[in-house]
Protein backbone atom coordinates (compact mmCIF):
# COMPACT_ATOMS: atom_id res chain seq x y z
CA UNK A 1 0.00 0.00 0.00
CA UNK A 2 1.58 3.20 1.05
CA UNK A 3 5.24 4.43 2.08
CA UNK A 4 4.92 6.64 5.12
CA UNK A 5 5.21 10.26 4.13
CA UNK A 6 8.49 12.05 5.29
CA UNK A 7 8.02 14.56 7.98
CA UNK A 8 9.45 17.08 4.99
CA UNK A 9 9.51 20.64 6.02
CA UNK A 10 6.31 21.58 3.89
CA UNK A 11 4.01 18.84 5.49
CA UNK A 12 4.87 20.14 8.86
CA UNK A 13 4.35 23.65 7.82
CA UNK A 14 0.73 23.18 6.41
CA UNK A 15 -0.43 20.07 8.79
CA UNK A 16 1.00 21.08 12.00
CA UNK A 17 -0.99 24.04 12.85
CA UNK A 18 -2.67 24.92 16.08
CA UNK A 19 -6.35 22.81 15.98
CA UNK A 20 -8.19 24.32 18.77
CA UNK A 21 -11.36 22.88 17.30
CA UNK A 22 -13.00 19.92 15.20
CA UNK A 23 -13.14 22.57 12.82
CA UNK A 24 -9.95 23.08 12.69
CA UNK A 25 -9.47 19.56 11.91
CA UNK A 26 -11.91 20.04 8.79
CA UNK A 27 -10.51 23.14 7.57
CA UNK A 28 -6.87 21.26 7.20
CA UNK A 29 -8.48 18.60 4.66
CA UNK A 30 -10.82 21.48 2.82
CA UNK A 31 -7.78 23.75 1.94
CA UNK A 32 -6.21 20.56 0.68
CA UNK A 33 -9.35 19.68 -1.52
CA UNK A 34 -8.99 23.16 -2.85
CA UNK A 35 -5.46 22.98 -3.53
CA UNK A 36 -4.18 25.35 -1.12
CA UNK A 37 -2.18 23.08 0.69
CA UNK A 38 0.50 20.64 -1.30
CA UNK A 39 0.79 18.24 1.09
CA UNK A 40 -1.14 15.63 3.11
CA UNK A 41 0.06 12.89 5.26
CA UNK A 42 -2.36 10.14 3.24
CA UNK A 43 -0.79 10.99 -0.06
CA UNK A 44 2.91 10.31 -1.09
CA UNK A 45 1.73 12.80 -3.71
CA UNK A 46 2.18 16.34 -3.95
CA UNK A 47 -0.88 18.37 -4.88
CA UNK A 48 -3.74 17.81 -6.10
CA UNK A 49 -4.05 14.90 -9.14
CA UNK A 50 -5.66 16.29 -12.21
CA UNK A 51 -8.94 14.05 -12.03
CA UNK A 52 -9.77 15.28 -8.19
CA UNK A 53 -9.78 18.97 -9.96
CA UNK A 54 -12.93 17.79 -11.17
CA UNK A 55 -14.50 16.76 -8.40
CA UNK A 56 -12.54 19.42 -5.77
CA UNK A 57 -15.88 21.76 -5.26
CA UNK A 58 -17.11 18.66 -4.19
CA UNK A 59 -14.73 17.58 -1.57
CA UNK A 60 -14.72 20.65 -0.30
CA UNK A 61 -18.27 21.09 0.92
CA UNK A 62 -17.97 17.55 1.84
CA UNK A 63 -14.77 18.02 4.22
CA UNK A 64 -16.82 21.08 5.54
CA UNK A 65 -19.61 18.61 6.75
CA UNK A 66 -16.76 16.56 8.50
CA UNK A 67 -16.47 13.55 6.05
CA UNK A 68 -12.62 13.97 5.96
CA UNK A 69 -11.30 12.40 2.07
CA UNK A 70 -8.30 10.55 2.36
CA UNK A 71 -9.23 9.04 -1.35
CA UNK A 72 -11.63 10.17 -4.14
CA UNK A 73 -12.16 9.38 -7.48
CA UNK A 74 -15.46 10.77 -10.41
CA UNK A 75 -17.03 9.29 -12.14
CA UNK A 76 -16.34 8.64 -16.19
CA UNK A 77 -18.42 7.14 -18.58
CA UNK A 78 -16.43 6.22 -21.76
CA UNK A 79 -13.60 8.94 -21.54
CA UNK A 80 -10.86 8.31 -23.93
CA UNK A 81 -7.78 6.20 -22.13
CA UNK A 82 -5.01 9.17 -23.59
CA UNK A 83 -7.35 11.64 -21.83
CA UNK A 84 -4.58 14.02 -19.88
CA UNK A 85 -7.26 14.01 -16.53
CA UNK A 86 -8.56 10.44 -16.40
CA UNK A 87 -6.61 8.75 -18.62
CA UNK A 88 -4.67 5.74 -18.46
CA UNK A 89 -3.89 1.95 -20.11
CA UNK A 90 -2.79 3.63 -23.90
CA UNK A 91 -3.89 4.78 -26.59
CA UNK A 92 -6.97 3.32 -28.13
CA UNK A 93 -9.04 2.32 -25.23
CA UNK A 94 -11.77 4.26 -23.92
CA UNK A 95 -11.66 4.25 -19.30
CA UNK A 96 -14.49 3.80 -16.54
CA UNK A 97 -15.13 4.77 -13.00
CA UNK A 98 -17.70 4.63 -10.19
CA UNK A 99 -17.51 7.79 -8.20
CA UNK A 100 -15.56 6.81 -4.66
CA UNK A 101 -15.02 8.45 -1.49
CA UNK A 102 -12.56 7.38 1.26
CA UNK A 103 -13.02 9.45 4.23
CA UNK A 104 -12.97 10.12 8.42
CA UNK A 105 -15.73 10.93 10.42
CA UNK A 106 -17.43 10.33 13.68
CA UNK A 107 -20.15 7.70 14.25
CA UNK A 108 -23.01 9.84 14.18
CA UNK A 109 -22.15 11.15 10.66
CA UNK A 110 -21.88 7.33 9.71
CA UNK A 111 -25.16 6.91 11.05
CA UNK A 112 -26.74 9.51 9.37
CA UNK A 113 -25.04 8.77 5.89
CA UNK A 114 -25.73 5.09 6.46
CA UNK A 115 -29.45 5.96 7.22
CA UNK A 116 -29.56 8.11 3.37
CA UNK A 117 -28.26 5.18 1.65
CA UNK A 118 -31.49 2.74 2.63
CA UNK A 119 -32.90 4.20 -0.52
CA UNK A 120 -30.30 4.59 -2.76
CA UNK A 121 -29.63 0.68 -3.47
CA UNK A 122 -26.83 1.54 -5.87
CA UNK A 123 -24.77 2.94 -3.80
CA UNK A 124 -22.63 0.33 -1.55
CA UNK A 125 -20.12 1.45 1.64
CA UNK A 126 -17.85 -0.28 3.59
CA UNK A 127 -17.50 1.31 6.95
CA UNK A 128 -15.05 0.23 9.59
CA UNK A 129 -13.79 1.79 13.19
CA UNK A 130 -10.10 1.94 14.84
CA UNK A 131 -11.27 -0.85 16.67
CA UNK A 132 -12.45 -2.96 13.37
CA UNK A 133 -15.94 -2.83 13.90
CA UNK A 134 -17.73 -3.11 10.50
CA UNK A 135 -20.66 -1.55 9.05
CA UNK A 136 -21.64 -2.81 5.07
CA UNK A 137 -24.17 -3.27 3.01
CA UNK A 138 -21.62 -5.18 0.90
CA UNK A 139 -20.78 -9.03 1.65
CA UNK A 140 -17.66 -9.98 2.82
CA UNK A 141 -16.60 -11.64 -0.22
CA UNK A 142 -17.79 -9.16 -2.48
CA UNK A 143 -15.57 -7.44 -5.12
CA UNK A 144 -16.37 -3.93 -6.63
CA UNK A 145 -14.46 -3.00 -9.37
CA UNK A 146 -14.52 0.59 -9.55
CA UNK A 147 -11.97 1.15 -11.95
CA UNK A 148 -11.64 -0.66 -15.60
CA UNK A 149 -11.27 0.25 -19.13
CA UNK A 150 -11.69 -1.57 -22.82
CA UNK A 151 -8.95 -1.81 -25.10
CA UNK A 152 -8.42 -3.07 -28.32
CA UNK A 153 -7.85 -6.89 -28.80
CA UNK A 154 -7.98 -6.86 -25.14
CA UNK A 155 -10.32 -8.49 -21.95
CA UNK A 156 -11.83 -5.76 -19.77
CA UNK A 157 -9.15 -4.51 -17.42
CA UNK A 158 -9.74 -3.76 -13.79
CA UNK A 159 -6.86 -2.15 -12.20
CA UNK A 160 -8.52 -1.07 -8.98
CA UNK A 161 -11.52 -3.26 -7.06
CA UNK A 162 -12.73 -2.11 -3.55
CA UNK A 163 -13.29 -5.51 -1.39
CA UNK A 164 -13.51 -6.15 2.72
CA UNK A 165 -10.46 -7.50 2.79
CA UNK A 166 -8.17 -4.86 1.56
CA UNK A 167 -10.61 -2.45 2.91
CA UNK A 168 -9.44 -3.68 6.66
CA UNK A 169 -5.67 -3.46 5.62
CA UNK A 170 -5.90 -0.18 4.30
CA UNK A 171 -8.21 1.16 7.66
CA UNK A 172 -5.32 -0.20 10.09
CA UNK A 173 -2.71 2.36 7.45
CA UNK A 174 -4.66 5.23 7.50
CA UNK A 175 -5.54 4.79 10.93
CA UNK A 176 -1.77 4.88 11.72
CA UNK A 177 -1.06 7.71 9.46
CA UNK A 178 -3.77 9.54 11.81
CA UNK A 179 -2.72 8.39 15.21
CA UNK A 180 1.33 8.54 14.09
CA UNK A 181 2.45 9.92 10.88
CA UNK A 182 -0.20 13.19 11.40
CA UNK A 183 0.34 13.71 15.33
CA UNK A 184 4.00 13.00 15.20
CA UNK A 185 4.27 16.00 13.25
CA UNK A 186 3.07 18.04 16.69
CA UNK A 187 4.86 18.22 19.95
CA UNK A 188 4.42 15.17 22.42
CA UNK A 189 2.38 17.63 24.60
CA UNK A 190 -0.13 18.52 22.32
CA UNK A 191 -0.74 15.17 19.75
Known sequence: FMRPRAKDKKLIEEWAVPLKSVEDIYERFRLFCLGKL????????????????????HLEKINTKGFLTINSQPAVNGEKSDSPTV??????????????????CSKEKLDALVEKTKDRP??????????????????????????????????????????????????????????????????????
Open 87 to 104: GWGGPGGYVYQKAYLEFF
Open 122 to 191: FLTYMAVNKEGIWKSNVGQTDVNAVTWGVFPAKEIIQPTIVDPVSFSVWKDEAFEIWSRAWASLYPEADA
Open 38 to 57: RTNPWSELDGLQPETKIINE
